[in-house]
Structure formats: C-alpha cells, structure tokens
C-alpha cells in the first residue's frame, strides 16, 4: 500500500535544506540588520518552543515592501517579541506610526529594550489587547480612521483572518497593502484530505484553506502568495 506523504511541520516552505541555507547564508542572513539577528537570538534564547517570531527572509520581503510604499501609518496583529514590528519600525520613515496589537505584554517586554536601542520608540503605540475590538474601535467608535492605514500586517488568530481583513479593507486605503502570515501553514494546505498532516495543526490548516479560498476570489484585492517562510499572502487594495 502507498503511504501518505508525512509533512513535517517545518517553519520554512522551500524543502530543499541545502536551498534554503544557500539563500539564508547569502542573502538573508549577511543582510539582517544587527539589532533584528540580537532580538531574534535573545527570543529563542528566552522561548524554547517551537519559533512563532518572522522568519529573517520574510522580514526581509517585509521590509523591502514597506520601503517601497513608504507608509506613514501602519497596523501590526499579532506582536509576540516584536521580531515584525521591529523590522516594520526599522524600514518606515521617521514620522511613521505603527499601531501595533496584542493581548500579551509580557512577550512584547522582550522585544522592547531592542525597540529602544533602535532608537524607534516613538513610532510605535503598544495596544495590550486581542485585535478584534480595537480594529472595531478604530472603526466605529474613533471615526476617521477609514483608509487612513498605509500597510498592515496580520500574524495572529487564524481564526479570525477572515474578520480582520474585512475591518482592514475600511482601515486600509485604496492602494494600500495587507500582509498575511501562515497562510501555507507549513505546506499542509495542499493536503486538505489531512493525509500525513500532524493532529495539532489540522485546525489550523482548515482555517487558512478557508482563508485563502476566500482571498483568492476577493476582487477588492491584487494578490500574490509567496512561498517565502511559512507563507505570506500579500494583497493591494483596489477598491
Ligand atoms: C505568531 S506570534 C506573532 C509573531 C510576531 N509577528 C513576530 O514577528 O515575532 C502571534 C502573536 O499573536 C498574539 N495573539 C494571539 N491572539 C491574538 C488576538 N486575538 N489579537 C492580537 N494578537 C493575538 C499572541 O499573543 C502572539 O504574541
């Protein structure tokens, strides 16, 4: 009988090992700004699970989209110690403001004194909260903050994809950029039989089927799914 094909849950998509340490070694790695490789060190130092912080090489395609929209004002879901927020902090211009979102503070106190050291403090305001009722608040209750968002960036509670991107299509401005994290949930979106797919991750892999089924035919986006860390939706607002 045929096995099924047993996906290792592997952070990184390109499962060629020897591909991804070339281009880890040659372009991603030599390039990654001191102070992001010191944070990334210090949360694997202190967090001994498995890796939830933005890979280098999509902070990498991260930072380099943002230097070229040039955004004033950008969102960030899902902080942990900070390794997105601080590339997104390090690649926006100085007078940027990055509202930046979530419910544990403690993780965030990690990435902090690397913030500071940066010298970018003072483009970021901290909400301590889960997302849904801040971005509701921005919505409803503060007005004005319909397409006034340059860029946002998603990286936490699949679950909810769905619902912030409905909230971030008011958020984000026409021509304005979303990205999306996990959304190849480590290749396991390609079995949805759930063959050879580890039980701890099946929920999450459903989720981002759904999620992706739902973008691709979103005509209020351009998208472009890149298969770059664990999978990086990345979607223009047209309308
Ligand atoms: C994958 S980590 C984020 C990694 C981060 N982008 C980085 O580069 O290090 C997910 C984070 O989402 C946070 N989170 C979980 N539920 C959330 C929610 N409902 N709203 C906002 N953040 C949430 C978790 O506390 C965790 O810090």
């Given at each position: ?46 967090d ?5 912080a ?9 930072g ?7 955004p ?5 879901i899902?902080?942990?110690t ?69 860029f ?61 089924r ?14 770059v860390?664990?999978?990086?939706t990345?979607?223009r607002?047209?309308?």
């Open positions: 009988m045929e096995m099924p094909e047993v996906i290792v849950p592997n952070p990184h998509l390109l499962q060629s090992d020897h591909l991804l340490k070339y281009i880890l070694e040659t372009s991603v790695h030599p390039r990654e700004p001191q102070i992001l490789k010191e944070l990334r060190d210090t949360t694997v130092a202190v001994t699970r498995s890796p939830i933005l890979d280098p090489h999509s902070g990498q395609l991260v380099m989209l943002l230097k070229m929209l040039n004033k004002r950008t969102l960030e899902g902080v942990y900070g390794y997105s927020l601080l590339a997104t902090a390090l690649s926006t211009p100085p007078d940027a403001k990055i509202t930046a979102i979530d419910p544990k503070a403690e993780w965030y106190g990690v990435g902090l004194p690397f913030i500071k050291k940066a010298g970018v403090e003072h483009k970021i305001d901290f909400i301590h909260s889960i997302a849904l009722p801040v971005l509701d608040d921005l919505l409803l209750l503060q007005g004005g903050n319909e397409g006034s968002f340059d946002a960036f998603v990286d936490a509670d699949k679950n909810n994809y769905g619902n912030y991107h409905e909230r971030l299509m008011k958020l984000v401005k026409i021509g304005g950029v979303i990205v999306y994290d996990n959304v190849l949930w480590g290749g396991t979106v390609a079995s949805p039989d759930g063959d050879g797919v580890p039980d701890h991750m099946k929920e999450i892999m459903a989720m981002a089927i759904e999620f992706n739902r973008i691709a035919g979103d005509d209020r986006v351009e998208i472009c799914v890149a298969p860390g664990d999978g990086l990345i979607c607002r047209i309308s």
